[in-house]
Protein backbone atom coordinates (compact mmCIF):
# COMPACT_ATOMS: atom_id res chain seq x y z
CA UNK A 1 0.00 0.00 0.00
CA UNK A 2 1.39 3.77 -0.74
CA UNK A 3 1.94 5.73 1.92
CA UNK A 4 2.10 9.36 1.82
CA UNK A 5 3.89 11.33 4.24
CA UNK A 6 4.03 15.28 4.22
CA UNK A 7 6.45 17.11 6.67
CA UNK A 8 8.07 20.76 6.97
CA UNK A 9 4.51 23.14 7.28
CA UNK A 10 4.25 25.63 10.29
CA UNK A 11 3.59 29.04 11.74
CA UNK A 12 5.48 31.19 8.88
CA UNK A 13 4.91 35.65 8.85
CA UNK A 14 4.07 37.01 5.96
CA UNK A 15 6.76 37.46 3.49
CA UNK A 16 8.66 34.52 4.50
CA UNK A 17 9.29 30.98 2.84
CA UNK A 18 9.00 27.59 3.64
CA UNK A 19 9.64 24.28 1.89
CA UNK A 20 7.76 21.47 2.68
CA UNK A 21 8.49 17.84 2.14
CA UNK A 22 6.65 14.78 0.78
CA UNK A 23 7.84 10.94 0.65
CA UNK A 24 6.08 8.30 -1.22
CA UNK A 25 6.46 4.45 -0.35
CA UNK A 26 6.05 2.09 -2.86
CA UNK A 27 7.19 2.35 -7.37
CA UNK A 28 3.92 4.76 -7.71
CA UNK A 29 6.16 7.46 -7.51
CA UNK A 30 8.50 6.62 -10.30
CA UNK A 31 5.41 6.14 -12.72
CA UNK A 32 3.57 9.30 -12.30
CA UNK A 33 3.57 12.62 -12.17
CA UNK A 34 3.01 14.01 -8.65
CA UNK A 35 1.34 17.33 -7.61
CA UNK A 36 0.99 19.10 -4.44
CA UNK A 37 -2.75 19.95 -3.48
CA UNK A 38 -4.13 22.00 -0.51
CA UNK A 39 -7.17 22.59 1.35
CA UNK A 40 -8.18 25.83 3.45
CA UNK A 41 -10.91 26.09 6.23
CA UNK A 42 -14.26 26.18 4.17
CA UNK A 43 -12.89 25.69 0.84
CA UNK A 44 -12.32 22.64 -1.24
CA UNK A 45 -9.06 20.85 -2.10
CA UNK A 46 -7.42 22.56 -4.61
CA UNK A 47 -4.15 21.97 -7.46
CA UNK A 48 -1.35 24.30 -6.34
CA UNK A 49 2.21 22.49 -8.59
CA UNK A 50 2.33 19.89 -10.74
CA UNK A 51 5.72 17.84 -11.87
CA UNK A 52 6.19 15.48 -14.66
CA UNK A 53 8.67 12.40 -14.35
CA UNK A 54 10.75 14.95 -16.94
CA UNK A 55 10.75 17.82 -14.19
CA UNK A 56 8.41 19.89 -16.23
CA UNK A 57 6.71 21.93 -13.81
CA UNK A 58 3.10 23.64 -13.73
CA UNK A 59 1.36 26.03 -11.09
CA UNK A 60 -1.83 27.45 -10.03
CA UNK A 61 -1.82 31.22 -11.03
CA UNK A 62 -2.16 31.90 -7.35
CA UNK A 63 1.14 30.68 -6.63
CA UNK A 64 3.08 31.27 -9.95
CA UNK A 65 6.36 32.98 -9.74
CA UNK A 66 6.27 32.15 -5.48
CA UNK A 67 6.24 28.53 -5.04
CA UNK A 68 8.69 25.99 -6.82
CA UNK A 69 7.95 22.03 -6.99
CA UNK A 70 11.04 19.77 -7.56
CA UNK A 71 11.63 16.17 -7.08
CA UNK A 72 14.37 13.88 -6.28
CA UNK A 73 13.07 9.91 -7.64
CA UNK A 74 16.07 8.63 -6.15
CA UNK A 75 14.39 9.65 -2.88
CA UNK A 76 10.96 8.72 -3.80
CA UNK A 77 10.66 12.56 -2.63
CA UNK A 78 8.69 15.70 -4.05
CA UNK A 79 9.36 18.95 -2.37
CA UNK A 80 7.48 22.19 -2.60
CA UNK A 81 9.66 25.63 -1.98
CA UNK A 82 7.15 28.51 -1.10
CA UNK A 83 8.00 31.98 -0.91
CA UNK A 84 6.66 35.56 -0.26
CA UNK A 85 4.05 33.51 1.89
CA UNK A 86 0.76 35.38 2.11
CA UNK A 87 -1.97 34.82 4.64
CA UNK A 88 -4.41 33.49 2.00
CA UNK A 89 -1.61 30.41 1.61
CA UNK A 90 -2.66 29.57 5.02
CA UNK A 91 -3.75 25.44 4.23
CA UNK A 92 -3.53 21.72 4.86
CA UNK A 93 -0.39 20.79 2.14
CA UNK A 94 -1.02 17.48 0.84
CA UNK A 95 0.63 15.84 -1.96
CA UNK A 96 -0.48 12.91 -4.56
CA UNK A 97 0.00 11.83 -7.90
CA UNK A 98 -1.18 13.82 -10.58
CA UNK A 99 -4.25 13.65 -10.86
CA UNK A 100 -4.84 11.78 -7.84
CA UNK A 101 -4.67 8.06 -7.85
CA UNK A 102 -3.89 7.32 -4.08
CA UNK A 103 -7.05 7.49 -2.55
CA UNK A 104 -5.75 7.09 1.29
CA UNK A 105 -4.27 10.45 1.45
CA UNK A 106 -1.55 11.63 3.57
CA UNK A 107 -2.41 13.49 6.87
CA UNK A 108 -1.29 16.70 5.12
CA UNK A 109 0.95 18.89 6.76
CA UNK A 110 -0.46 22.72 7.93
CA UNK A 111 0.94 25.88 7.09
CA UNK A 112 -0.46 29.07 8.61
CA UNK A 113 0.92 32.15 7.20
CA UNK A 114 0.15 35.08 10.01
CA UNK A 115 2.18 37.98 11.96
Known amino acids: QVQLVESGGGLVQPGGSRRLSCAAS????????MGWYRQAPGKQRELVAT???????NYADSVKGRFTISRDNAKNTVYLRMNSLKPEDTAVYYC?????????WGQGTQVTVSS
Open 26 to 33: GSIFRLYA
Open 51 to 57: ITLGGST
Open 96 to 104: NTDPPRISK
